[in-house]
């Protein structure tokens, strides 16, 4: 089973890549914020508690979000592979994931790290945003604190897959084809 984690900061280009990787290697697609807002929207149990800590303006816990990630894998009979998107964001949730993918007799193949300047970040974002009309995309200071938040509370968890030796750089910076190769390359390498 191939299971991915696609990594890197706001702006960086992992939905646009998450869905060619998807395309070609027959992947599910578990990005914990449709999880989040499936299970909010559907008012699950766990929807319902993770909307009650977001409410007030708290993280939700780590087991929650293994729950719902739990809850995503279990529907999907014989997948190909995961790639994981926008989790995980802490080691701690980097370890528990490690721990529910090896109950099921799995493990993350590789990280993928998408790797940006971080002045080419702001400018795809404020692009972004001209085109989504994503407001946390349209304001500079926003985008300054997304990208403060990764580079202080996330990046660490590169170095919990480089002692596992799952971390691969790519560089993303050149067209949306170029990155997307190198990203082929480093899984076929790998597979």
Known sequence: MLNIVLFGPPGAGKGTQSERLIE???????STGDVFRANIKGETELGKLAK??????????DAVT??????????HSDPKGFIFDGFPRTNAQA???????????????LMLALEVEEQELKTRLL???EVSGRADDADPAVIEKRIS????????????YQAQ???????????????????????????
């Open 95 to 109: 370890q528990a994931l490690d721990e529910f993918l090896s109950s099921l007799n799995t493990s993350i193949s």
């Open 127 to 129: 692009k972004r945003a």
């Open 66 to 75: 293994i729950d719902m990630l739990r809850s995503e894998v279990a529907k």
């Open 149 to 160: 938040v990764y580079n202080q509370e996330t990046a660490p968890v590169k170095a919990f």
């Open 165 to 191: 030796e799952k971390f691969v750089a790519i560089d993303g910076i050149g067209s949306i084809d170029d990155i997307t190769q190198r990203l082929f390359a480093a899984i076929d390498t790998t597979i």
């Open 52 to 61: 009650s800590y977001m409410d007030a303006g708290q993280l939700v816990p």
């Open 24 to 30: 070609k290697y027959n992947l599910v697609h578990l």
